[in-house]
């Protein structure tokens, strides 16, 4: 069956730290890892990284994709406040054009000033 | 720039009553989801359509339907409420292979 964890459950960093959030997947057909953060509402897109597109930067934000452990990292530099949220990671697989995700737990992340 | 809309944000229902929640999306997308999200267990999807005219099982149908009504909307439909289905929905849509969903603020039901 397919799966993403992700770890921790949850942290919490007070504002400056450096954190790093992991995301591991079992899935029969990857195609894509995409990293979403979710504060009070919907899931707003971060990252999508793809076998030709393993690493992404933006701002104080960044994402690896290691394809050979079948895993990724979030790293957030510098936190902020405003980073708190639960940070949702999920795989796309390449069988079909359906595009279904598969998330895994999400990381809720508490940054405190 | 709307981009995916649900109504209701917060719906309360008792056991047995039937409800509707209603996505619509703005961006011409072709395929549109429906997911739950609970404590603990991120995502999960329901049913979703791939393309206007056809739909689909997700991983937890049980309990609901759905339709696509037309490109722009897609309903999902609890028959018998049961308080195990209290839940925050969320509807998503994307436009083509290798593009990221976006999301809508979700529906917050509660069944009592």
């Known amino acids: 069956e397919d799966k993403v964890v992700q770890s921790p459950l949850s942290l919490v960093v007070h504002e400056g730290d450096t954190v790093t959030l992991n995301c591991s997947y079992e899935v029969t057909n990857f195609r894509s890892l995409l990293w979403y953060k979710q504060e009070k509402k919907a899931p707003t897109f971060l990252f999508m990284l793809?076998?030709?597109?393993i690493e992404k930067k933006s701002g104080r934000l960044s994402s690896i994709l290691d394809k050979k452990e079948l895993s990724s990292i979030l790293n957030i530099t510098a936190t902020q406040t405003g980073d708190s949220a639960i940070y949702l990671c999920?795989?796309?697989?390449?069988?079909?054009?359906?595009?279904?995700?598969?998330f895994g737990q999400g990381t809720t992340l508490q940054v405190k000033p | 720039n709307a981009g995916v809309t649900q109504t209701p944000k917060f719906q309360v229902l008792k056991t047995g009553q039937s409800m509707t929640l209603q996505c619509a999306q703005d961006m011409n997308h072709n395929s549109m989801y429906w997911y739950r999200q609970d404590p603990g267990m991120g995502l999960r999807l329901i049913y979703y359509?791939?393309?206007?005219?056809?739909?689909d099982k997700g991983e937890v149908p049980n309990g609901y339907n759905v339709s696509r009504l037309n490109k722009r909307e897609f309903s999902l439909r609890l028959e018998s409420a049961a308080p195990s289905q209290t839940s925050v929905y969320f509807c998503a849509s994307r436009d083509y292979k290798g593009q990221p969903q976006h999301f809508g603020d979700g529906t917050r039901l509660s069944i009592l």
């Open positions: 359509s791939a393309s206007e005219g056809t739909t």
């Open positions: 999920a795989v796309e697989e390449n069988s079909s054009n359906t595009g279904k995700l598969i």
């Open positions: 793809t076998s030709s597109g």
